[in-house]
């Protein structure tokens, strides 16, 4: 194994290839703090020349390879094995192009979501995708896993922002396949094999991506509502009165608004505690004084028709945050035990009798709290389910039971947005028919026949 480890030294120089005892002590994840990497090195390419004849050369050799981005990832999607080469996208930084024109940025993998954000806003655009990991999350790894975040409701997942990109195959070929074209009906839409597969079938190592223009203002209000059909009602009251402005529409049980809203919590609550559900309610526009009318006109009406029953108005930028503060501190959870994160998707009609159904069966088990929470507008629904300090693995197998087997009947997903990697694959079947399971098995033949990429996340190939 020492050879290819100078094989990639020769490529990559010294400073580019690092020895396990270098980077045993990096963490394995933003979540997993107290797990660390293995490998036989580390490889840190900066060019897509780079990535490819290091993977020539690791497939010429079957040595496996695992890519990591941001590490923000929360199935296992990136867990590495003492065997194989880990190829971080860490030095493949560069915003190669913002065209204000055809409103696309070309960039490399390893670029962040908050710098490409932040970069884009000085040309008075925006790049949609946003998620609490914005500032370690890469834009590689959001496409790799189809990321979806805050703002599905209006804008779309990672993969409706993506018009082409460049991947590296297994053996080393480069696809390049960087289009800047909204409109290109050529066939099999091939960038589309390489987002959302974790990468098991290639290493994205550039992105075309789609912009907009910036918002000149926002919106929001925190509303409380007495049940579930109010909810549901909101929805689409708000959507339909704001003509489509509507970009967030999120809700939150009311144990889990008086989690984040109580010590040791640090945000104060907007509205009282004691309603059945609370929504955040965001809408994007032209900033202009006539869409803040609407925005209260909208919420007047779901007051008077008693759809919702208390509001509280972000009145600043300032208010906007703290609003989005609450929505996002999930960290509240793992304060008085350990957690285990899930995130589904389902009907939303169905959504109520769900939770309900998840946390009748937990009655079984020894867990603490189950707080349930999300992107209601896309259909995403985020489960935590808290159970005593270090008994988590223990627990994990009858707690999944309990969250993913009362999705079937409702052919729902096991994952909306957060992959499947290592943590999801045994309930992969809840959500794939086996003729789906077979497709995929047969693309990763055909793309990786030696199994080298990313080996044994999403499916296995026997």
């Not at 194994?1 to 990639?8: A, P, Q, R």
Request: hydrophobic fraction near 40%.
């Amino acid at each position: 194994m020492d050879i290819i480890v100078s094989e990639l030294r020769q490529i990559l120089g010294d400073t580019g290839v690092l020895d396990p005892e270098q980077f045993h002590s990096r963490a394995a994840g933003i979540w997993r703090q107290r797990e660390h990497l293995t490998g036989l090195a580390l490889v840190r390419p900066r060019t897509t020349d780079e990535v490819a004849t290091c993977l020539a050369r690791c497939h010429d050799r079957n040595i496996p390879v695992i890519t990591h981005g941001g590490l923000t990832g929360l199935v296992r999607g990136a867990d590495t094995r003492p065997d194989a080469i880990v190829l971080s996208t860490e030095r493949m930084v560069s915003i190669e192009t913002i065209d204000t024109v055809q409103r696309v940025a070309t960039v490399q993998a390893g670029v962040t979501l908050e710098r490409l954000q932040q970069e884009v806003a000085a040309e008075g655009l925006m790049f949609p995708l946003d998620l609490g990991g914005r500032g370690s999350a890469t834009l590689g790894g959001n496409a790799a896993t189809n990321a979806g975040g805050n703002r599905v409701l209006r804008y779309g997942m990672m993969r409706d922002m993506v018009l082409g990109l460049e991947a590296v195959l297994a053996d080393g070929t480069i696809i390049n396949g960087l289009s800047t074209l909204i409109k290109n009906n050529t066939g099999y839409d091939l960038k589309n094999l390489f987002l959302g597969s974790e990468g098991t079938l290639g290493v994205i190592t550039r992105l075309s991506l789609r912009l907009r223009e910036a918002p000149r203002g926002r919106q929001m209000a925190l509303v409380a509502m007495e049940d579930f059909d109010q909810a549901k009602e909101l929805l689409r009251h708000m959507d339909r009165g704001l003509s489509g402005q509507l970009s967030a529409f999120e809700v939150l049980w009311s144990d889990f608004y008086r989690l984040v809203t109580s010590p040791p919590a640090l945000n104060p609550p907007p509205l009282p505690h004691g309603y059945g559900f609370y929504a955040l309610l965001e809408a994007q526009g032209g900033g202009t004084e006539s869409e803040a009318l609407g925005f209260i006109h909208c919420l007047n009406d779901a007051l008077e028709t008693g759809i919702i029953k208390d509001a509280a108005i972000a009145q600043s930028e300032r208010d906007c945050e703290a609003f989005w503060a609450i929505r996002d501190d999930v960290a509240q959870v793992f304060a008085e035990g350990d957690a285990l994160l899930f995130d589904v998707s389902l009907p939303i009609n169905a959504m109520q009798h769900y939770v309900e159904a998840v946390k009748l069966k937990l009655r079984a088990t020894p867990c603490l709290n189950c707080w349930a929470f999300g992107h209601i507008g896309d259909g995403n629904l985020h489960l935590a389910i808290q159970v005593p300090r270090g008994e988590a693995e223990a627990l994990r197998a009858n707690i999944e039971a309990c969250v993913y087997e009362p999705l079937m009947p409702l052919k729902g997903s096991v994952s909306a947005e957060h992959g499947i990697g290592l943590e999801k694959k045994p309930w992969l079947s809840v959500s794939c028919s086996k003729e789906e399971m077979a497709l995929m098995r047969a693309i990763k033949l055909a793309l990786d026949p030696k199994n080298l990429l990313n080996p044994g996340k999403i499916i296995d190939l026997e």
